[in-house]
């Protein structure tokens, strides 16, 4: 095995794609979505999965796109490549937001609209508690596997504190160097290598 894929290989690390779990794509994918994005994954089950993208913010603030909600300072992030002319959100307010999931030790997915926008109304709702997403991410049945066998993502666990706190733009290299090893050479490889 060459010194190249050694780098790339993927066994230190055991484990598998769940709920709340996070998919760090491999240094080299170009793709316009998954190119060094963190993918937050809502769901995985035998029918498939799918998730946001966490890292990839839009120029647009979310009132210069959707123009039926309430005023909030938040920005917009690509979710993914499925459904692009729908919003998805995740945020922290559990319960209180009826229909919502919790994928995460404190994060949530989805839930009613209207109270949503309620949440902005009253000033509950900012940048600290909610994210917004055109599209999101999604795999069929055994899809998600076989782009794992290839070496094309890596998981690890998510937490809260990361996906609020860290800067969307560094959020691949900061989890990638929280996790060391190898992973830190990855944060040094070319994100084009044609330019290198």
């Given amino acids: 095995m060459s010194e190249i894929d050694r780098i790339?290989?993927?066994?230190?690390?055991?484990?598998?794609?769940?709920k709340g779990r996070l998919l760090l794509s491999e240094p080299l994918m170009g793709d316009y979505y998954f190119g060094r994005s963190v993918v937050l994954l809502a769901e995985h089950n035998k029918e498939g999965s799918f998730g946001v993208i966490i890292n990839k913010p839009v120029a647009a603030k979310l009132n210069e796109v959707i123009t039926d909600f309430p005023d909030i300072d938040a920005h917009m992030f690509i979710g993914g490549p499925v459904e692009t002319n729908r919003l998805f959100y995740l945020h922290t307010f559990g319960k209180e937001v009826s229909d919502s999931t919790e994928i995460m030790d404190g994060v949530f997915w989805g839930g009613d609209v209207e109270t949503i926008k309620e949440l902005i109304i009253l000033g509950k709702a900012n940048s600290d508690?909610?994210?917004?997403?055109?599209?999101?991410?999604?795999?069929?049945?055994?899809?998600?596997?076989?782009?794992?066998?290839?070496?094309?993502?890596?998981?690890?666990?998510?937490?809260?504190?990361?996906?609020?706190?860290?800067?969307p733009t560094e959020m691949w290299d900061t989890i990638m160097q929280q996790m060391g090893g190898k992973y830190r050479y990855w944060t040094k490889f070319p994100t084009d290598p044609n330019l290198n």
């Fill in 129 to 167: 508690n909610i994210r917004f997403f055109i599209g999101y991410s999604g795999w069929g049945a055994n899809q998600l596997d076989s782009e794992l066998k290839r070496n094309s993502w890596v998981i690890t666990k998510a937490e809260k504190e990361l996906f609020f706190n860290t800067r």
């Fill in 8 to 18: 790339f290989e993927i066994r230190s690390n055991n484990l598998k794609p769940a």
